[in-house]
């Protein structure tokens, strides 16, 4: 699956990465990971949730992430990026 980082939560080390046709996929950083919006995603599988690795290809690194959810929708995305209303 690829994606384009999207929006991010930095304070809670939330992210959601666009997936064209799919919506959003949302991962939590495990780390203090260099990662920015418009930086391009890959990942294996395509619905995994856990712990996975992904590729930021911008950056040209790999990083663990816990994989939250998939096919979100843009009305859920304030909600799963913990942001606080």
């Not at 919006?37 to 911008?58: A, K, L, R």
Request: proline share 5%.
């Amino acid at each position: 699956m690829k994606g384009t980082v999207h929006s991010m939560n930095p304070q809670r080390g939330m992210v959601a990465i666009e997936t064209p046709g799919h919506g959003f996929t949302i991962i939590e950083l495990l780390s203090d990971t260099h990662i920015e919006i418009g930086d391009s995603m890959e990942w294996s599988p395509d619905t995994g949730c856990g712990h996975q690795t992904y590729i930021n290809h911008t950056k040209g690194s790999r990083m663990r992430v816990y994989g939250q959810n998939h096919w979100v929708t843009p009305a859920q995305l304030r909600q799963q990026l913990l942001f606080r209303d």
